[in-house]
């Protein structure tokens, strides 16, 4: 395998376009090594190799779904977190207590600075902009005086609001910043616990592919058990 790869990076072999790409190729390696549920014979479970296939497929898909839970956990709370808990530790809690990003010494930050740019980002739901505030309080007045003259707002355009990252204040709300001090706790969420997760999952994963196979087994031996047919297969 490892010898075709380097065959088609020196071109000896006809060009990735004719046939499967090295990706495809070197996938179908690793699942048919290490990903292939062996088939057994069941006398009293009905299961294809579809079944199995399937029942495979299902697992890896819930493992793939903690490594990407841990990935989103790891980076909002030592990446985004920290933004957060220095809000925290400041003790910003009012629109008069604000301070820019340059103050909190995260105006270099891009993720932060990425995350805040989005309206619906997760940061923007603790995290709130005082310039974006009264924007929204200006629109709202806007569309009260364009009720007094129309029936209804659907023909009424709303300014855009342009956040400046330069100069826009930010803070956590009083009253919501005890929930986002336990949502963004560092503990626990260490890129070394992520990588811990990523290894256990990732072992699961290849421990129940080799597995599977010997659990149906003993499931179909108990079932010949409780049936008293005295033909346990081994």
């Known amino acids: 395998m490892i010898g075709l790869l380097f065959q088609r990076m020196l071109g000896k072999i006809k060009p990735l376009s004719e046939e499967m790409s090295l990706l495809e190729e070197l996938w179908a390696y690793i699942e048919g090594k290490y990903l292939t549920v062996d088939l057994g014979r069941y006398e009293h479970i009905n299961m294809g190799s579809g079944s199995l296939i399937t029942a495979r497929n299902i697992i890896l898909g819930i493992c793939m779904g903690i490594i990407i839970a841990s990935i989103v956990a790891a980076y909002d709370k030592n990446t985004l977190g920290k933004f ?130 010997d659990m149906i087994q003993m499931v179909d031996n108990m079932i010949d058990i409780v049936k008293g047919d005295g033909n346990v297969l081994n």
């Not at 990252?165 to 986002?180: C, G, K, L, R, S």
């Open 84 to 213: 957060v808990r220095k809000i925290i530790k400041d003790q910003c809690f009012h629109q008069n207590q604000a301070k820019t990003l340059e103050e909190y010494g995260f105006h270099k930050n891009y993720f932060v600075k990425s995350s805040l740019r989005r309206g619906n980002g997760i940061l923007n739901k603790v995290v709130k902009c005082v310039e974006r505030e009264a924007h929204e309080e200006e629109v709202a007045k806007m569309r009260e005086k364009h009720l007094e003259t129309h029936e209804n707002d659907k023909d009424f355009v709303p300014p855009k609001f342009i956040l400046d990252m330069n100069t826009a204040h930010f803070y956590i709300p009083d009253e919501e910043h005890y929930a986002a001090d336990i949502r963004f706790d560092h503990k626990g969420s260490g890129w070394r616990a992520f990588l811990l997760v990523i290894i256990v999952t990732v072992i699961i994963a290849v421990l129940v592919c080799f597995l599977l196979p």
